[in-house]
């Protein structure tokens, strides 16, 4: 019987168009659950999309859409374009799905509320809350970037008293600290970065935002929960979308994938969510991907509008060019568009063609024959590029399939096989082959 292997996709916020730096940091995923497939594990790997931020109200404000029905249908609609952005650069999640403002979504929501609610853990007080004075409403600590500004509108917060929704952060540090730790960071260097953010934790986490596009808080007028009090719930979503049942106490999931510019937030969030709700980690391993960055070395933004769009270098690399761009960057590590790279993916596609060819030519004029020794060479290749994936090492994966394949197979192993007759077991070898290379390409 196949077990399950339970992955929590980033739900991208409907903000704006979907860019090659999307595709980066999903493509390195999916690498990860191209390769549990290949072990033979049925897989949660949802579709999902965040609606319910300002982000979403924000870019349907900017096409005159104004009442809250109305944003939702055109998120909806705009998430059927990213979908299709992603299929097409080869991303294959798994027939599950879920947004952040979908049915039972609201109902996780309000049980999780009620539960801290009851726990005493979320309070509602008149107190101090850091303000954004260009969005006109509260944020969280974790919203600002190193210099003290607030990071989607650039400026200073301002310090208002008044009264909000809150959950204590505080008093839980070392517990929150102690499920960091419990966790498999990939890289592990990320995990001091949520290990340091704790230490630097002044405010209790403020769950309410006054503006009327959004999740409404039960029984507030004019009040919302801020986006990511939604997003921390993403392993009760996902787990929601194949059972479809809201239930909060949940199976530990086996991975979560996101970038490491939102530790603070999204990791920090549902790791603290998951230990108040289940007393347990969201997900064993935690996989940080990088951004793809301009000419300027800045980071793409869908809300900036001058994001590189992957089509034109789908057209030309196929998606195997971008495929094998993505698996050839080290987790975690930020980087710019290498067309290099996607000409090596594309190569190693066409080539594939080549080989396959020549061997059949080579059986079909009777030029047949058996190598135990070549078998046994391919082999120890193929133990080495599979314990490089199961590491989480995509570009050593990448790296040692390229110079196997290029260098050894064709190079070589093809050229011996004009000499010798050993198609038979380089047919087999290409064979086994295409299915580690359909991991990656």
């Excluded at 493509?27 to 949802?46: C, E, M, S």
């Excluded at 909000?164 to 990939?186: L, S």
């Excluded at 080290?330 to 190693?348: A, F, N, Q, S």
């Excluded at 050593?396 to 064709?410: G, M, P, R, V």
């Amino acid at each position: 019987m196949k077990t399950n292997y339970l992955i929590d996709t980033p739900p991208p916020t409907i903000s704006g168009n979907l860019h090659i730096g999307h595709i980066f940091s999903y493509t390195q995923a999916d690498i990860i659950a191209n390769y549990q497939r290949y072990l033979g594990k049925n897989l949660l790997y949802p579709w999902c999309y965040d609606n319910n931020g300002i982000p979403t109200g924000k870019l349907a404000s900017s096409k005159g859409i104004k009442d809250k029905e109305e944003i939702l249908n055109f998120s909806i609609e705009k998430s059927k374009e990213y979908l299709s952005t992603f299929k097409s650069c080869g991303i294959n999640f798994s027939d599950n799905s879920y947004y952040t403002f979908d049915k039972n979504a609201i109902e996780i929501a309000y049980k999780a509320f009620e539960f801290l609610k009851e726990k005493g853990i979320a309070y509602k007080a008149e107190t101090e809350f850091l303000w954004c004075p260009k969005q006109k409403c509260s944020i969280s600590q974790s919203e600002l970037d190193d210099s003290g500004r607030i990071e989607r509108s650039g400026e200073f917060p301002e310090i208002k008293k008044g009264l909000g929704w809150f959950i204590n952060i505080k008093d839980h540090i070392p517990q929150i600290k102690e499920k960091i730790n419990q966790i498999d960071w990939k890289p592990e260097r990320f995990k001091q970065n949520a290990l340091n953010w704790c230490d630097n934790i002044k405010w209790d986490w403020s769950i309410s935002r006054e503006r009327h596009y959004g999740m409404s808080i039960p029984n507030e007028e004019n009040m919302t929960f801020d986006t990511w009090f939604i997003s921390s719930l993403t392993p009760q979503l996902a787990n929601s979308s194949l059972t479809n049942q809201t239930d909060l106490n949940i199976p530990i999931f086996d991975m979560r994938f996101q970038s490491h510019d939102i530790i603070r937030t999204w990791a920090f969030y549902t790791i603290a969510m998951s230990y108040y709700l289940n007393n347990q980690i969201p997900w064993k391993t935690l996989m940080i991907t990088g951004h793809t960055l301009d000419g300027n070395g800045n980071k793409f933004s869908k809300s900036s509008g001058g994001a590189t769009l992957p089509k034109p270098l789908l057209d030309r690399y196929k998606t195997s060019g971008l495929r094998y761009w993505a698996s050839s960057n080290t987790l975690g590590t930020d980087t710019k568009i290498d067309e290099d790279k996607m000409k090596m993916g594309w190569r190693i596609e066409n080539k594939l063609i080549n080989a396959q060819k020549f061997i059949d030519m080579q059986i079909s004029n009777g030029w047949i024959g058996e190598s135990p020794k070549l078998m046994d060479e391919y082999l120890s290749y193929k133990k080495s590029i599979l314990e490089h994936f199961d590491k989480f090492e995509l570009d050593k994966a990448s790296d040692e399939l390229y110079y196997f394949f290029w260098d050894i197979f064709c190079s070589k192993w093809i050229e011996e096989s004009k000499k010798e007759p050993i198609c038979l077991t380089l047919n087999e070898i290409l064979k086994d082959f295409k299915l580690i290379l359909k991991i990656i390409l």
